[in-house]
């Protein structure tokens, strides 16, 4: 066992990832000598060399379509968006380049891309430097999206994505870059789209992904001590997501909350509910309910944003609603 | 306002474009400017601020030079960096500091912070966490004044890293092909993040990517506030004649991080302190006080009256009531 830092887990994957296959190169804004705005590809300049680790200029457009190119003649480009507010200016390549071309091609090319970018709030970044746009990407036939919540997913699933002859959206919670966690020494490939039941339970189903995990632990817990025992499903991967797992788990919960910090209205919960509904009404006692950040901005000051933010609090609030 | 003295026959021409009155205020605004950003570095390791902040300590002259020759009715869209163009304009520092606190009688209500500080009713549509978000809006807000024939101009801040962006290339066509009222200022401190101007274009200017659009690209020293107020003042009076819009890119310097969490691995303390001796703000006072247009005890007491400002602006936020969380959907409407 040892402790690895969610960031450090990104780092090493990637540096695995160059070391197996030469393929594999690096672009993004500050990611080369500066390491990232964050560390994440700290030391992978001096590891693998300035024509394999690339600083771009600030051009999200140009970038992400020059990623798209490289990747459909041999490369496997790993594009860093600094921060997920930012892939707005990169969406044209992105949904109607990358996301279409191995279908629109009729199969003959592919783009074996990943983009990782951080979302979420709680910096105070406001507005601008705080959404969580996934759905958005999930909603994209031809793009996957996963969303690890733990350090050995972070390595995992990015290990995964790069594998993975198709484009795909690694998106990282800010907030759990600086965090620690015992891990077993070996770290290993995380399949997309399987889930993991992160406890077990018996009265309600919580499902979550990304930063909210620990936030639905957490509410776990407290509702244990009230005498209601939660299973809590971490999706990982959300486009593809793990329908066979939640349906498994809520026949024999029969009940479910969709958790996530994402606005509600439109959002991953919306989808899962609803699928939910059509494959598993009969094992439902209750009806779904979503946790999710309420439909509007990201405010910047501290009052509001921890006002508007989803946490422990409104997970346990819905799942005693389940039981009423 | 020409007093014609021996000394001021070799000054500089915008100095007879300038009252004294004006150039009272652009120290003060100067001034201001610094004290401002000094006290928000203080007030973020005081733990009274939280989040991030891009500072231009350093950049004073382009801001307030940049927007001198603007009438009051003018508009302006600003950057991240951008308390500085937000204090040109005239902005009250109190509802600045109050906005930067996260206060609920900030400019924005606390719900924008450091990086969306506006003034709309002074002209200020806005400083940007986006990079080069700015640019495109100002040709629409230049189209606007062109079709009321306000005679107002638009001027937009954007960086030497924005200039990389799409947005800047579509937003001077366009504003080129529409003759619109809009001055593009520049303000290449050579450095978008750790990446120098070296590294990110190929051209050695900002300026020279103007000529792909046909209008004018001027460079000039951005630490001399004369300097960038001539060539402001006539990309003003092009744009209010309806000549079109022009490009001015202020050389300059932030003397700070990129923002806090920036540790300066990428330039040398050499290259820092040869700006340093470059401070925009005693350059224009000496400058001021050598031809004769202020005495050095008016120009202490400037300075003293923006430390006081300043002081005050940090005390009215600190004890600004924080927003109300049960108004968090305040001006929500979809
Ligand atoms: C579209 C977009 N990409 C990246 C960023 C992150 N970012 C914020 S400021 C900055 C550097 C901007 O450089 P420049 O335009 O030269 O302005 P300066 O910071 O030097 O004032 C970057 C990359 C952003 N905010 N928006
Ligand atoms: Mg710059």
Redesign the pocket.
């Known amino acids: 066992m040892a402790e690895l830092r969610f960031a450090k887990a990104i780092n090493q994957a990637l540096a695995d990832a160059m070391r197996d296959d030469p393929a594999v190169v690096l672009f993004g ?2 990611v080369a000598a500066a390491g990232g705005p964050f560390g994440v590809t700290r030391g992978l300049l001096d590891a693998f060399g300035p024509q394999r680790v690339l600083d771009a200029p ?1 051009s ?1 457009s140009a970038i992400v379509g020059a990623a798209v190119g490289a990747a459909l003649c041999g490369l496997k480009p790993v594009v860093e968006i ?2 997920m507010d ?1 892939v707005t ?1 990169a969406m044209d390549q992105i949904v109607n380049q990358a996301a279409k071309a191995r279908f629109m091609f009729g199969g003959r090319g592919g783009v074996p891309l990943v983009l990782r970018m951080p979302h979420g709030g709680g910096l105070n970044a406001g507005p ?2 705080s959404q969580c746009l996934e759905a958005w990407l999930a909603h994209v036939p031809g793009l996957k999206v996963v969303v690890p919540a733990t350090a050995a997913d972070a390595y995992g699933l990015l290990r995964s994505a790069i594998d993975d002859p198709d484009p795909v959206v690694v998106v990282e919670h800010k907030g759990l870059y600086a965090l620690s966690e015992t891990v077993d020494e070996t770290l290993v490939r995380v399949p997309i789209g399987q889930g993991r039941i992160a406890r077990a339970g018996r009265d309600a189903t919580i499902a979550t992904y990304g930063a909210l995990l620990r936030e639905a632990l957490v509410a776990a817990d407290r509702l244990a001590a009230e005498g209601m025992s939660c299973e809590v499903v971490d999706l990982r991967s959300v486009q593809p997501w793990d329908e066979a797992l939640l349906r498994e788990s809520v026949a024999r919960t029969h009940r479910l909350v969709v958790a996530h910090e994402a606005v509600e209205a439109f959002g991953v919960g919306a989808e899962i509910a609803a699928r939910m509904v059509e494959v598993a009404f009969d094992d439902l006692d209750a009806p779904i309910l979503r946790v999710g950040a309420p439909f509007m901005p990201v405010p910047f000051a501290k009052s509001l944003e921890m006002a508007y933010r989803p946490g422990a609090d409104r997970i346990v609030a819905a799942c005693r609603r389940l039981m009423e | 306002m020409a007093r014609t003295s021996a000394r001021r026959r070799n000054a500089h021409p915008a100095l007879d474009l300038l009252d004294d009155a004006a150039l009272e205020r652009a120290l003060r605004r100067m001034h201001l400017i610094r004290k401002f950003e000094e006290a928000a570095e203080q007030s973020y390791i005081r733990g009274l601020i939280h989040g991030t902040m ?1 500072l231009s300590i350093g950049q004073e002259a382009s801001a307030v030079g940049a927007v001198a020759p603007l009438r009051a009715d003018d508009y302006i869209l600003s ?3 951008g308390h500085g163009h937000c204090i040109a304009k005239g902005a009250d520092t109190k509802l600045m500091f109050a906005e930067f606190f996260g206060k609920d009688n900030g400019y924005c209500r606390g719900r924008g912070g450091s990086m969306h500080i506006a003034d709309i009713a002074g002209g200020n549509l806005g400083a940007n ?5 700015g640019l495109p809006i100002a040709v629409g807000v230049g189209l606007s004044a062109k079709m009321r024939r306000s005679g107002q101009v638009c001027m937009v801040f ?6 990389n ?1 799409g947005a800047f290339h579509e937003a001077l066509n366009l504003a080129a092909i529409w003759r619109l009222p809009v001055v593009f200022v520049c ?3 050579q ?3 750790s990446m120098s101007t070296a590294r990110s274009m190929p051209v050695a200017n900002v300026a020279d990517r103007a000529a792909a659009y046909a209008m004018p690209g001027q460079i000039v020293d951005g630490n001399d506030f004369l300097a960038v107020f001539e060539a402001a003042h006539a990309a003003c009076e092009a744009a209010r004649s309806g000549e079109g819009p022009s490009l001015v890119e202020c050389k300059t310097y ?1 003397l700070r991080g ?1 923002s806090k969490s920036d540790r300066n691995l990428y330039r040398t303390k050499e290259e820092i302190e040869s700006w340093r001796a470059r401070d925009p703000i005693p350059r224009l006072r000496d400058t001021l006080v050598t031809v004769g247009r202020l005495s050095d005890a008016r120009a202490a007491a400037i300075e003293a009256e923006a430390a006081a400002e300043i002081e005050a602006a940090v005390e009215f936020a600190r004890t600004s009531p924080d927003p109300d969380p049960r108004e968090l959907e305040r001006d929500v409407y979809a």
Not at chain 2, 129 to 133: C, D, F, L
Not at chain 2, 158 to 163: N, V
């Open positions: 804004e500050d600030i999200e600094m921060f930012f200016l601008q430097h | 891009h950057t991240h960096r966490g986006i990079v080069g978000g954007f960086g030497d890293g924005a200039s962006e303000e290449n401190n450095y978008g993040m932030r990129h």
